[in-house]
């Protein structure tokens, strides 16, 4: 009998717990799902050499080479490290119950190692905290969003494998000052990013740069450095602060340019390189067959004794496999992929071997690669869902950019709404375990190598006002109904 009653509990737990298929509504998101915003350190806070900070990469970039950023910089950006409490107002305004923000590594360490803590920056960050749980809003915290410190570089960066170590210091402090207050910690943001395409566009003024090699060390001491400061946070925090932790990964939807299977394979082998790059090895322990096979022959062609690819050694696949709690997405549009010609020049593009397009019916936005197709961020979360055995999945990116940061952003509503609605559609008819959604971003600010071209925020920044203003669009409105109603309409 009580072992009936026991399994009897079980099923009950079960049916409770999922959202079965005949009575999902596709309209209606859960009221456990998190509905946010996000933004990063370089791109809002601006005070770039003040009160301790030193230069990130990004600071030294943008103020030596503003050229390659349409002249812009990230000196004052929007402000925010001195209007945190305006943009926590329009949090509040808009009834943002998740926030995603990155921590300034210079702005905590500024010679980028931990045995020089900056308390003016610990001091802004705490306040931002305080300020955050004052209000009754959740902070989503990534730790490393790009702006390494410049005085690392000096030490060979990413491609050094000491910046594991300097990485896990500088975790290690971040959840020990603020881990209190924070449930939901991403470690690094988009490795593919900064450790293949930074370099894809920098190799330009430096055409010294070892391309083909480069992108792989530095991707593999990503891969440690999170794995480490996973391990580190489950080992040193887990039981008092109770948090969740993972890294985030970029990828868009990529469908063959046609239905051959040539062009399938060819969208396939995209996503491996892509996605599978970074999450095979926290998933399943390794790199990706594909990868491994294509750069070690691509590596013999081309005369290198060895592969290109770093390889893990048995404790680090120990290491790594597992060292993620969900999955974090950060995805904006979809691509039609075919095979293009080898190249016998190492770099990652020519062991990717694959050419990229975009259909010409798809909505253009801000940014000229981003073009709407709300339907792809349906089929991309089942190709996570498929590939990595069903995980919780966060989409902690996605947005529209234009270049007006126009307050009536019609267009940007259109796409939060075709979005939201295709992710509802993933879960009640694909059976895909996602559980929040963070809109990029919440304010305009400084867009990287595009500079204040375009917009993203759902929160019109003045940049030509004193106190930088802060005005909410008609985005911010209809998501605050979102929010509030847990409805779309699509």
């Known amino acids: 009998m009580c072992r009936q009653f026991f399994i009897f509990c079980i099923l009950v737990s079960a049916i409770i717990g999922s959202e079965a298929a005949d009575t999902c509504n596709s309209s209606i998101f859960p009221s456990t799902f998190k509905f946010g915003a996000g933004t990063s350190a370089?791109?809002?806070?601006?005070?770039?050499?003040?009160?301790?900070?030193?230069?990130?990469?990004?600071?030294?970039?943008?103020?030596?080479?503003?050229?390659y950023i349409n002249n812009a910089?990230?000196?004052?950006?929007?402000d925010s490290y001195h209007q945190y409490k305006q943009d926590i107002a329009s949090m509040v305004a808009m009834g943002l119950p998740n926030y995603r923000f990155s921590l300034s590594w210079t702005r905590i360490l500024p010679k980028g190692l931990n045995y020089s803590i900056n308390q003016a920056g610990v001091d802004y960050y705490n306040n931002l905290l305080d300020e955050l749980?004052?209000?009754?809003?959740?902070?989503?915290?990534?730790?490393?969003?790009?702006?390494?410190?410049?005085?690392?570089?000096?030490?060979?960066?990413?491609?050094?494998?000491?910046?594991?170590?300097?990485?896990?210091?500088?975790?290690?402090?971040?959840f020990n000052l603020f881990g209190d207050r924070v449930k939901l910690w991403a470690t690094i943001n988009e490795p593919k990013s900064f450790c293949e395409g930074i370099p894809s566009v920098v190799v330009n003024l430096f055409p010294e740069m070892p391309i083909g090699t480069y992108e792989y060390l530095c991707g593999h001491h990503a891969i440690l450095a999170h794995a480490k400061a996973y391990r580190l946070y489950k080992e040193k925090?887990?039981?008092?602060?109770?948090?969740?932790?993972s890294l985030v990964l970029d990828l868009g939807y990529n469908m063959g340019l046609t239905n051959s299977t040539v062009d399938e394979d060819a969208a396939e082998r995209k996503n491996l390189f892509e996605f599978g790059w970074f999450a095979h090895p926290i998933v399943y322990g390794d790199y990706p067959d594909i990868m491994q096979e294509v750069i070690?022959?691509?590596?013999?062609?081309q005369g290198f004794p060895v592969s290109r690819l770093p390889k893990f050694t048995s404790s680090e696949k120990l290491l790594v496999q597992g060292a993620y709690d969900l999955i974090m997405l950060n995805t904006y549009t979809s691509y039609m992929i075919t095979m293009a010609n080898y190249s016998n020049s190492p770099s990652y593009q020519n062991d990717l071997q694959t050419s990229t397009s975009q259909s010409s019916e798809w909505l253009s936005s801000g940014l000229s690669t981003f073009k709407v197709h709300p339907e792809g961020t349906r089929k991309v979360l089942k190709w996570i869902s498929d590939t990595y055995a069903s995980p919780e999945i966060i989409i902690t990116e996605n947005g529209f950019s234009d270049n007006t940061a126009t307050l009536n952003d019609t267009e940007r509503i259109s796409f939060?709404?075709?979005?939201?609605?295709?992710?509802?559609?993933?879960?009640?008819?694909?059976?895909?375990?996602?559980?929040?959604?963070?809109?990029?971003?919440?304010?305009?600010?400084?867009?990287?190598?595009?500079?204040?071209?375009?917009?993203?925020?759902?929160?019109?920044?003045?940049?030509?006002?004193?106190?930088?203003?802060?005005?909410?669009?008609?985005?911010?409105?209809?998501?605050?109904?979102v929010i509030e109603t847990r409805l779309v309409n699509g």
């Open 416 to 481: 939060i709404n075709g979005t939201l609605t295709n992710i509802r559609l993933s879960m009640c008819d694909d059976g895909v375990n996602v559980t929040g959604y963070f809109y990029w971003s919440l304010i305009d600010s400084m867009e990287w190598n595009s500079g204040y071209t375009v917009k993203f925020g759902l929160v019109q920044v003045d940049f030509d006002s004193e106190n930088h203003t802060r005005t909410l669009k008609n985005s911010a409105y209809y998501y605050k109904n």
């Open 42 to 67: 370089f791109q809002i806070e601006g005070g770039w050499n003040e009160d301790g900070k030193s230069r990130s990469w990004w600071d030294w970039f943008s103020n030596s080479y503003s050229i």
């Open 73 to 78: 910089t990230g000196n004052t950006a929007s």
């Open 237 to 245: 925090y887990q039981a008092t602060q109770q948090g969740r932790v």
């Open 133 to 174: 749980e004052a209000a009754g809003i959740e902070p989503l915290v990534t730790i490393y969003h790009w702006d390494t410190p410049y005085a690392l570089d000096f030490l060979g960066g990413w491609t050094n494998p000491k910046m594991v170590d300097y990485f896990v210091a500088y975790a290690d402090i971040a």
């Open 296 to 301: 070690a022959n691509n590596s013999a062609r």
